[in-house]
């Protein structure tokens, strides 16, 4: 797909790019992104639900194989990037290489292992009380400036704040530099990661290293009763992870929970606004807050793309064959839009009956923090609609956040003015 090709497509589907699914991909995967990528989706899905791009990497777009690629044991993770021929000379692609979403049994279930303890549903209900003191805050100053950045201003300070209480040792100073590392390193993971790309995630990875290689040696110095405190000492007395394995483990901790909570929180109030009979049903009947986050989950999911997954054997994938050695990626985006798993799918519906997604991944990669994520969400979005009667949106064309782009779905600014 060539860059000329990709540019000369508009929002609307011309006829030759609704027959055309190398068209369909290249348009969803270059510059310039899509600001409304659905039509896409389902056009690619209804054409060619497994399509082979010509780039070699494999496209699933239905909901079924999207499912079958999170829950089947003939496709893995972790020879993707180790395969990658920049990898020896990566810090990025060697540290991503040690997280557990790029990891594959039993490497993948030791990780997991050493921290699942912190993210049982009593551990998580513990930071409720934390988490709705935060986001009243922020929306104190919401109102008190009549408005703001849904992203800047509300959405992106509240999972890195969470965590870092969660953890400990990093301090509230420290956060911002955390998100900018974490939107600098989530290049390395894209689809397709030029040599820039790769370069400023290969920056971002150094300064995680040094950053976090600091708070574990002061925690070894003066021991804490926090989460990162108890890591510290209990991999000390195991051995469970290696030196690698731990600092990949706090990064993917704060920079995993800060991407796709905070787009949950921005993208969702954003939907809503969008969809005021629906904003209205949430603010009268507030109890219906953690079905209305599952139901935009699945509407506007944070992350549109899975992790490529690579084909252990030859397997059949929606009655398609994928030959051993080939990548993989699911199309979220489009999957949570089929209809054969989901009445009226491009139709936002907080009380549907059909609803669940796949947007916190399923099985052994389902999200670690998947219960924390959904406490930040349900509280941030709640409370945002309870507390305005009035939200007006200042710019209705926002600008994506390209960085992140095409996997994670992010917008440079979302901005309102508010009334209570």
Excluded: K
Aim: proline letters at 6%; hydrophobic letters at 40%; aromatic letters at 6%.
């Amino acid at each position: 797909m060539t860059t000329e090709r990709a540019e000369s497509l508009s929002s609307d589907l011309s006829p030759d790019l609704a027959d055309d699914p190398e068209a369909l991909v290249g348009a969803l995967l270059t510059e310039p992104f899509q600001t409304d990528p659905y039509p896409f989706y389902n056009r690619l899905r209804t054409l060619a639900p497994v399509y082979r791009s010509e780039s070699g990497l494999w496209f699933a777009s239905e909901y079924a194989a999207c499912e079958t690629l999170f829950r089947s044991p003939a496709f893995g993770v972790g020879l993707r990037l180790r395969d990658n021929p920049r990898f020896e000379d990566s810090s990025s692609l060697q540290l991503l290489g040690h997280m557990m979403p790029f990891l594959d049994p039993p490497d993948h279930t030791r990780v997991r292992r050493s921290v699942s303890s912190f993210f049982v549903p009593r551990a998580v209900q513990h930071l409720r009380g934390f988490a709705t003191q935060l986001i009243d805050r922020l929306l104190d100053q919401v109102e008190a400036a009549g408005g703001g950045d849904l992203l800047g201003d509300f959405a992106r300070q509240i999972p890195i704040a969470v965590m870092c209480e969660m953890l400990g040792g990093v301090g509230a100073d420290d956060q911002e530099r955390c998100c900018a590392w974490s939107d600098a390193l989530v290049e390395a993971s894209q689809p397709v990661t030029d040599d820039a790309m790769l370069a400023r995630a290969d920056a971002a990875a150094d300064e995680f290293r040094a950053y976090f290689g600091h708070i574990i040696e002061s925690r070894r110095a003066r021991p804490a009763d926090d989460m990162m405190g108890t890591m510290v000492a209990e991999n000390d007395r195991t051995g469970t992870l290696s030196e690698d394995e731990f600092l990949a483990m706090t990064t993917i901790l704060v920079g995993a929970a800060y991407h796709n909570t905070a787009n949950a929180i921005a993208n969702g109030i954003w939907t809503l606004l969008h969809h005021p009979r629906q904003m209205a049903l949430l603010r009268g009947q507030p109890d219906r807050g953690r079905a209305a986050v599952e139901e935009l989950l699945r509407f506007e999911p944070p992350a549109q793309l899975t992790i490529p997954r690579v084909a252990a054997e030859d397997v059949e994938l929606g009655g398609v064959t994928i030959p051993e050695g080939e990548l993989v990626c699911g199309v979220l985006g489009a999957a949570h839009r089929d209809p054969l798993r989901y009445q009226n799918p491009d139709q936002l519906d907080i009380g549907r009956d059909d609803g669940g997604s796949l947007a916190l991944a399923f099985g052994i990669h389902s999200c670690i923090g998947a219960a924390v994520a959904r406490l930040e969400t349900e509280i941030a979005i709640t409370r945002f609609v309870e507390r305005f009667a009035d939200i007006t949106i200042v710019n209705a064309e926002p600008a994506l956040h390209t960085a992140c782009l095409p996997s994670l779905r992010s917008f440079e600014a979302l901005t309102v003015t508010v009334a209570p």
